[in-house]
């Protein structure tokens, strides 16, 4: 897969093991992207990557600009995306530290530039989202996992709420209720603009807390998330590398 792309979240601003071959600006319509691309090679395979939160991890998830970050990457030639996301866990098997590889997502944000399809128009387009995740990448995402060893969870719904704050136990249970399995603040508008911009899109989500109000109830600090992250992007680390060698 010579045209993959990845997008680095909370945990994940430098590849590790990432062998980089250089690093492209691209400037878009819809303004900066988050950072350069980085281009490089993984085991052997070429590889770009973009950190979403910015490469000093300082672009809050309703400030990340989205379509500059999926307009670059696509500009550049890049088919394939994997999104890497930090999401908290809702139902019982979302336990921290775990990979899933969503197949559903609810969008509970809002004041989003959401789409590319608002300005100019020859006429008003409706994508189809049915499943907002490319099947054939969020297959190979599964069997790479398998073959890596790792005990990833082959489907989920995503909750993608507005953040920065963390949600009340009172809309986590909102969550459940809906059929949300995790929830993260990433996962929209970025699917959606994906899917318009015709890239095969799948996310790779790791469970860094339990989500509000789930769990032994304490309260969660950043310290917490940065250490289950740790162990959690280590498994995605290996998971990627089962990827391009596939
Ligand atoms: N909620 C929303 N987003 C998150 C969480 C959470 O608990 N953990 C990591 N990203």
Known sequence: ??????????????????????????????????????????????????????????????????????????????????????????????????????????????????????????????????????????ARLIQAGASAGLDVIDKATYGATQGPRLESAAEIDRLERDGCDVVGMTGMPEAALARELGLCYASCAVVANWAPGRGDGTVITMDEISANLVSGMEKVKRLLEALVTS
């Not at 559903?104 to 907002?132: C, G």
């Open 1 to 138: 897969m010579s045209d993959l792309a990845i997008i680095g979240g909370t945990g994940l601003t430098r590849l590790s093991g990432l062998e980089i071959t250089r690093r492209e600006v691209v400037h878009t319509p819809y303004g900066e992207p988050s950072g350069p691309v980085t281009h490089g090679r993984l085991l052997g395979h070429a590889v770009a990557f973009i950190p979403r939160h910015g490469s000093t991890h300082n672009i809050p998830p309703h400030r990340v600009n989205y379509r500059a970050n999926l307009w670059a990457l696509r500009h550049i030639g890049l088919t394939h995306v994997v999104a890497v996301a930090a999401v908290g866990g809702v139902t019982p098997a979302m336990e921290p530290c775990r990979v899933a590889i969503p197949d559903q997502v609810i969008d509970y944000t809002w004041a989003r530039a959401h789409t590319f399809f608002e300005e100019d128009l020859e006429h008003v387009t409706h994508i189809d989202f049915t499943e907002p995740y490319c099947a054939e990448l969020r």
